[in-house]
């Protein structure tokens, strides 16, 4: 079965350090999905990034940047110079292609609450 | 389309009612989710509607709960007589048919048993 783990579960930082928050994922698909959502206090949880199994490449958008290493079962995720509007919740999630009926549900991990303090 | 709604925001209930939440996914969007969340922990899946056929549920979904996309519209999730540990976040959900995408998830019914 699939499986996610976020090991940080609280991280504070300074404002304009760089923070890292990692994820390491289990699955026995070739093919599944990784994406990282945050969730901000207003409890909605915002989409930022997708990556599909054979796509190692990093990604970078903005301030944001993701490093996919399929070696370790790994999808980091890196906030360089943060800021206080980045505080929220950030959870990791997996998508196989072959889970159940086609429905390619989400599995998440428990989440990593960021704090950036000014 | 402003995304996907989600009626009402808070809904407080005493023990042994039942509750009724709905769900307006993206209008093009042909798959829809429900989740759970509770405190501290991240969203686990409920069930999942292709258009109006229900085609998956969590064993997390006990009998008490049932869920339903009439048309292929919007959806209910009714719980009946509600427990203390209903008392969680539920998200919905919708994406387009490829369903490789991602989703576009809702504000959430915050659920309170008393």
């Known amino acids: 079965a699939q499986k996610v783990t976020q090991a940080q579960t609280e991280i504070s930082v300074v404002e304009k350090e760089d923070v890292t928050l990692d994820c390491v994922y289990e699955?026995?698909?070739?093919?599944?999905?990784l994406f990282w959502y945050k969730q901000p206090p207003s409890g909605e949880l915002v989409f930022l990034i997708r990556?599909?199994?054979?796509?190692?490449q990093n990604e970078i958008s903005g301030r944001y940047s993701w490093n996919f290493q399929k070696s370790t079962s790994s999808f980091n995720f890196t906030i360089t110079a943060s800021q206080v509007v980045d505080s929220a919740v950030y959870f990791c999630?997996?998508?196989?292609?072959?889970?159940?009926?086609?429905?390619?549900?989400?599995?998440f991990g428990k989440g990593t609450k960021l704090s950036v303090i000014p | 389309d402003t995304g996907v709604s989600q009626d009402p925001r808070h809904k407080i209930t005493k023990r042994g009612q039942n509750v009724t939440f709905r769900c307006d996914p993206i209008?093009?969007?042909?798959?829809l989710y429900w989740y759970r969340q509770t405190l501290g922990q991240g969203p686990e899946f409920l069930t999942y509607?292709?258009?109006?056929?229900?085609?998956?549920k969590s064993r997390l979904l006990s009998d008490r709960f049932s869920a339903e996309r009439p048309k292929g519209s919007f959806s209910t999730l009714e719980i009946q007589r509600t427990e203390q540990g209903d008392s969680a976040m539920y998200l919905c959900?919708?994406?387009?048919?490829?369903?490789?995408?991602?989703?576009?998830f809702g504000s959430g019914t915050r659920l309170t048993v008393v």
């Open positions: 509607f292709q258009n109006e056929a229900q085609l998956e």
């Open positions: 209008s093009e969007h042909n798959r």
């Open positions: 959900a919708s994406s387009p048919n490829t369903g490789t995408y991602g989703y576009t």
């Open positions: 699955t026995r698909d070739t093919t599944y999905y």
């Open positions: 990556r599909n199994s054979f796509d190692e």
């Open positions: 999630a997996l998508s196989e292609e072959y889970s159940g009926a086609g429905s390619y549900q989400l599995t």
